[in-house]
């Protein structure tokens, strides 16, 4: 089994910023791709975003300039700094990695169990 766990959200008013960590843990061979999504309610979950273990970034048009996503691939990390944070940023951050276990039953996508970040106006 593989295990994501997010920490890092909060309540930050507009202008404000916050940093997510991500660790993933459990029978991991390797993986590839990490990144984080966001869901606010009423809307569906999309891509905020990702790294892949060479580095390669992409950012969601909303949020270019203003997050930044790093990882520690030693570490199985993945962090999203957020800075000039505005109200449209409230949503559930949630955690992702595309992972091969020690089974090599195949790659498959893990998710964490989100969390929340709240944007003040």
């Known amino acids: 089994q593989v295990q994501l766990i997010e920490s890092g959200g909060g309540l930050v008013q507009t202008g404000g910023s916050l940093r997510l960590s991500c660790v993933a843990s459990?029978?991991?061979?390797?993986?590839?791709?990490m990144g984080w999504y966001r869901q606010a309610p009423g809307k569906a979950r999309e891509l905020v975003a990702t790294?892949?273990?060479?580095?390669?970034?992409n950012y969601a048009d909303s949020v270019k300039g203003r997050f930044t996503i790093s990882r520690d691939g030693a570490k199985f990390m993945v962090n999203l700094q957020m800075d000039e944070l505005k109200p449209e940023d409230t949503a559930k951050y949630y955690c992702?990695?595309?992972?091969?276990?020690?089974?090599?039953?195949?790659?498959?996508?893990?998710w964490g169990q989100g969390t929340q970040v709240t944007v003040s106006s």
């Open positions: 992702n990695a595309f992972v091969l276990t020690h089974a090599f039953t195949g790659w498959q996508d893990y």
């Open positions: 459990g029978s991991i061979f390797t993986l590839t791709n």
């Open positions: 790294m892949t273990r060479d580095g390669v970034t």
